[in-house]
């Protein structure tokens, strides 16, 4: 199994940063992409922002110039770095990752259980 844990939500006013991060564990053989995701109430889950092994990088165009994704593949970690916060940013973010376990002949999507990120003043 591979657990991702999230950290790094909270309040914070418009115009504020927040830096989330991710770490993978567990019976990892190797990890492909890694990503973020949210969901807003009443929305469906969206993507925010991909990385893979290379670090060639994918972003929402409404993050775009605002947040920075990146990644330690040795340390099996992702962060989010959101500037400009805006109210509209307002939601649950997921960390999401492809990886392989150990034994495994396939490689699945792992899911964090989610960390608030609260835009307001």
């Known amino acids: 199994q591979v657990h991702l844990v999230e950290s790094g939500g909270g309040l914070v006013q418009p115009g504020g940063s927040l830096r989330l991060s991710c770490a993978a564990s567990?019976?990892?053989?190797?990890?492909?992409?890694m990503g973020w995701y949210r969901q807003a109430p009443g929305k469906q889950r969206e993507l925010v922002a991909t990385?893979?092994?290379?670090?060639?990088?994918t972003y929402a165009d409404s993050v775009k110039g605002r947040f920075t994704i990146s990644r330690d593949n040795p340390k099996n970690t992702v962060d989010l770095q959101m500037n400009s916060l805006k109210s509209e940013d307002t939601a649950v973010y997921y960390c999401?990752?492809?990886?392989?376990?150990?034994?495994?002949?396939?490689?699945?999507?792992?899911w964090g259980q989610g960390t608030q990120v609260t835009v307001s003043s």
């Open positions: 567990g019976s990892i053989f190797t990890i492909y992409h």
């Open positions: 990385i893979s092994t290379d670090g060639s990088t």
């Open positions: 999401n990752a492809g990886a392989r376990e150990v034994g495994s002949v396939i490689g699945i999507d792992y």
